[in-house]
């Protein structure tokens, strides 16, 4: 259970990350010109860098860390796209998001077996 909690720690900060570097990416390209552009695009690819290393530091078998990545980058998306953007979620990506979250979490915590 302990891993669990740390890999939701550390898949919050990963997706926090990659989101970030995703938005500071799309207001280089749409609202940068010059220098500031292209630092815009550096800071955004490093936090893209820091996400790849802090996805791969959560203590679970990548094929649970995929679903528990998915269902926490939907929701802390939503957060950063409204704190960087004012984008409010509508019904539909409400009730895709809720699936999306559901399906995460059955891939992570799901005890199929082949048999």
């Known amino acids: 259970m ?46 893209l860098f820091g996400y790849g290393i802090f ?7 990548f094929e649970r860390v995929v679903g528990l990545y998915i269902a926490i980058l939907f929701i802390v998306w939503q957060i950063v796209s409204y704190l960087t953007f004012r984008s409010i979620p509508n019904l539909m ?6 699936l999306i979250v559901i399906g995460g979490l059955l891939v992570s915590f799901g005890n199929f077996s082949d048999s």
């Open 2 to 47: 302990i891993r669990y909690l740390i890999a939701i720690g550390v898949l919050i900060l990963a997706t926090t990350v990659e989101s970030a570097g995703d938005a500071v990416i799309r207001i280089a390209l749409y609202d940068r010109t010059g220098l500031s552009r292209f630092l815009y695009l550096a800071l955004g690819g490093g936090l």
């Open 55 to 61: 996805l791969n530091l959560a203590p679970l078998p």
């Open 93 to 98: 990506v409400i009730a895709g998001g809720a």
